[in-house]
């Protein structure tokens, strides 16, 4: 089992374009896609407009792009320091875990970018919502992947339903949105509490877990 592949579509030699899709996803984690423009991303990194239009062409393709960028953002917070962990159950931990330190951290200033841009998407098809959906089921599966992983190595009981227990860990990590809402930290406690509880439910052997969310 590996890390899903970047695709190379950024070309990180290229400071510019990093810089851009860097503030590109800042702002679209708060504001949504829709409040990033190339004429704002010029102003606020005090480049040229015409040199921002030269790399994307358009602004849907600035989105495509900010997607792309959020995408290899995530992979680098939290698939890639939960391979550090053996596979197995307690990979499996790690990556709730490290997608919370993710969020906690705020590697971008709106929480996690795809939470926040789902909303904005979900209901009006086009390129960039096919985007967003197909990075978000990336995610599902790999916990899918994860998840039978364990099972198959004897960690969680052989009922244990990869696909349902993926949707019930997704689902508390995305709900700690709510920490940004109400301003509330005790969220991130409460959605570790709620997942080691869930996946001590199905572990053969709990004592693999950690006794208390930190």
């Known amino acids: 089992m590996t890390a899903p592949k970047l ?9 510019t374009r990093r810089a851009i899709l860097d503030r590109a996803a800042a702002i679209a984690s708060v504001e949504g896609l829709e409040g990033v423009s190339i004429g704002r991303l010029a102003t606020e990194l005090e480049v040229s407009k015409s040199g921002v239009f030269a790399h994307f062409g358009s602004k849907e393709e600035l989105q495509l792009a900010t997607v792309r960028w959020a995408r290899e953002v995530f992979i680098a917070a939290v698939i890639t320091p939960a391979h550090r962990s053996p596979a197995g159950l307690r990979r499996l931990w790690r990556l709730c875990d490290a997608w ?9 200033p709106g929480g996690c970018f795809f939470a926040s841009v789902t909303a904005e998407f979900d209901a009006r098809p086009g390129r960039v919502r096919d985007a967003i959906a197909a990075a978000h089921r ?11 992983t364990a099972r198959e190595l004897g960690e969680l009981s052989a009922d244990a339903d990869p696909r349902q227990l993926a949707f019930e860990l997704d689902a508390f990590t995305r709900a700690t949105q709510d920490a940004l809402l109400f301003d509330e930290q005790g969220v991130y406690t409460r959605a570790r509490r709620a997942i080691l509880h869930r996946l001590r439910a199905v572990a053969t052997d ?7 969310p930190r």
């Open 100 to 108: 919370l330190d993710y969020s906690t951290r705020r590697v971008f």
């Open 206 to 212: 709990p004592a693999v877990l950690p006794k208390s």
């Open 7 to 15: 695709d190379g579509r950024v070309e990180r030699g290229d400071q």
């Open 138 to 148: 990336e995610w599902q599966r790999y916990l899918e992947e994860s998840i039978a």
